[in-house]
């Protein structure tokens, strides 16, 4: 077994602040960002940042779904981290400033992979096809942001 690790990033111009809180809405804007990869999402607790417990079903491929069971914390400023109970799957969404009124945001998924075959195959398109996924969510949330 290893630690596989998916990172993506994008600068919006909108303010940190403004996209921080756009993502951090998961009672309302963050549903909305979410592309068709995702099903069964609801808010079990809180609901804005910290605190936040939040199910969802990523479906990575056509064979592969996961459950996501995920504690929201927020461990410093400009950071979300969310962590799967289901899993050893960790994200960590960054928003941080790229000049003025512009924010970076960028995001990382670890977990523990398989070994063997399957986790070299793991390891080698897992990253990829969740870097596709959130390229989407951070294109909606520019969507959103921007307006």
Same mark, same amino acid.
């Given at each position: 077994m290893g630690q596989v690790e998916a990172t993506t990033?994008?600068?919006i111009a909108a303010k940190p602040e403004d996209v921080f809180d756009?993502?951090?809405?998961?009672?309302?804007?963050?549903?909305?960002?979410?592309? &068709?990869h995702?099903?069964?999402?609801? /808010?079990?607790?809180?609901?804005? =940042?910290? $605190?936040?417990?939040?199910h969802w079903k990523l479906q990575a491929?056509?064979?592969?779904?996961?459950?996501c069971l995920l504690d929201v914390d927020?461990?410093?400023?400009?950071q979300l981290v969310e962590k799967d109970r289901n899993s050893s799957m960790v994200t960590t969404w960054t928003v941080t400033?790229?000049? &003025?009124?512009?924010?970076?945001?960028? /995001?990382?998924?670890?977990?523990? =992979?398989? $070994?063997?075959v399957g986790g070299f195959f793991e390891r080698t398109?897992?990253?990829k096809g969740l870097g596709r996924i959130y390229d989407a969510i951070l294109a909606n949330?520019?969507?959103h942001a921007e307006k």
């Open positions: 990033q994008r600068e756009a993502l951090a809405d998961y009672s309302g804007t963050r549903a909305k960002l979410l592309p &068709e995702f099903s069964e999402y609801e /808010v079990r607790e809180g609901g804005d =940042g910290k $605190g936040t417990l939040v491929t056509s064979k592969r779904v996961r459950d927020e461990p410093a400023e400009g400033p790229a000049g &003025e009124n512009r924010a970076r945001v960028t /995001v990382t998924t670890t977990w523990q =992979g398989a $070994g063997g398109f897992a990253p949330l520019a969507a």
